[in-house]
């Protein structure tokens, strides 16, 4: 086998028991904190594997919207594949990689719908081409071709013509409520810093765990 990438060492930083908060969730802040910081080119795009009724997993990207003591929040269709699975199996898996930090969190959870208020309140914040756009796409569903999608964003938009486009029924935020927390930071000789959290009778359990 042929390495199709050059080899890269990870020694931008370290992360170590003097650095970790005992507060996962302050910890993710934290690092977020840090992400914002150094406008890195994509901060909240997160790969969310679900499960299938088969058991057999499945991933795709989505935005992290939101995040606070109840978990972290990310917008989608009900009648996608992805809503689909996390009906069947009401548990996920979030993955954030940020190269330029060398950073990497993992978090597993418990998801919910987040409350229509909720929902609304994002979706009137979106730009109204992206209000229509979720209108549009029967997400996850063929479709014939690009024309009947621009077609159907055209038509939508007359229909809504100098009106406040309401939230779809079928389209709102889900909250992943966590249970396991992996803040990984890398390092030289991929001996990398990782810290798991794990949640056990009610409190937060930390564990250094091997690269
Ligand atoms: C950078 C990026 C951001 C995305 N953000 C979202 C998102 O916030 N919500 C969403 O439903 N899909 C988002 N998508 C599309 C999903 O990856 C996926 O194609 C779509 O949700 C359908 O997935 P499903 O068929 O598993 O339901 C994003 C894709 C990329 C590459």
């Not at 910890?27 to 080119?41: G, N, Y």
């Not at 972290?72 to 809503?83: G, I, P, Q």
Request: include cysteine; hydrophobic fraction near 40%; proline fraction near 5%.
């Amino acid at each position: 086998m042929k390495n199709i990438i050059e080899r890269k060492e990870y020694s931008r930083s370290q992360f170590t028991e003097a650095d970790i908060l005992a507060d996962p969730f302050a910890q993710f802040a934290s690092w977020f904190h840090d992400a914002a910081l150094a406008a890195l080119a994509v901060a909240d795009a997160a790969h969310l594997a679900t499960v299938d009724n088969n058991g057999h997993p499945d991933g795709r990207i989505v935005l992290l919207k939101g995040f606070d003591d109840r978990g972290l929040v990310f917008f989608t269709n009900y009648e996608s594949t992805k809503a689909a699975q996390l009906k069947a199996n009401p548990f996920a898996a979030v993955t954030i990689y940020w190269p330029e930090l060398e950073r990497q969190i993992r978090v597993r959870g418990a998801v919910e719908k987040t409350s229509r208020e909720e929902s609304q309140a994002y979706f009137s914040s979106r730009p109204r081409g992206a209000q229509i756009g979720a209108w549009v796409s029967m997400q996850s569903k063929p479709i014939k071709d690009r024309v009947t999608l621009d077609d159907a964003y055209r038509a939508k938009e007359q229909e809504f013509i100098d009106e406040e486009i309401p939230c779809p029924q079928n389209w709102g935020g889900f909250r992943l409520v966590p249970n396991n927390f992996e803040f990984w930071q890398g390092r030289d000789n991929r001996l990398h810093d990782r810290f798991a959290f794990h949640l056990k009778n009610g409190s937060w359990q930390r564990q250094r765990l091997a690269p």
